[in-house]
């Protein structure tokens, strides 16, 4: 089993920045990429960046290509999402997910954290 723990999330004002991070233990030689997803009220789970868990060219949604970007403190064993230029559509609450051996499926969820962009 994956544990995921977020931190990082809070009130910005719409073109502030915040850095999300996303510390996985427990089974982590299973994991084959993070993701970081959001959900805003009333709207359906959204991908909004992945990386694989041993580095590789990340992957993003459209909404947030040149804004965001994800890297990992091996060091740390932690995934970092530093959001820029945030606007008042990234309010979401985010999350981080496993994606795992051998199903390579998202698989374990962090606990969520709360972004809020004020215009």
């Known amino acids: 089993q994956v544990q995921l723990v977020e931190s990082g999330g809070g009130l910005v004002q719409a073109g502030g920045s915040l850095r999300l991070s996303c510390a996985p233990t427990?089974?982590?030689?299973?994991?084959?990429?993070i993701g970081w997803f959001r959900q805003a009220p009333g709207k359906e789970r959204e991908l909004v960046a992945s990386i694989r868990w041993n580095g590789g060219v990340p992957n993003f949604a459209d909404s947030v290509k040149g804004r965001f970007t994800i890297s990992r403190d091996t060091a740390k064993n932690t995934i970092f999402l530093q959001m820029n230029s945030l606007k008042p559509e990234d309010t979401a609450v985010y999350y981080c997910?496993?994606?795992?051996?051998?199903?390579?499926?998202?698989?374990?969820w962090g606990q969520g954290t709360q972004v809020t962009v004020s215009s």
């Open positions: 427990g089974r982590t030689f299973s994991i084959y990429a």
């Open positions: 997910a496993a994606n795992e051996a051998p199903n390579f499926q998202y698989k374990n």
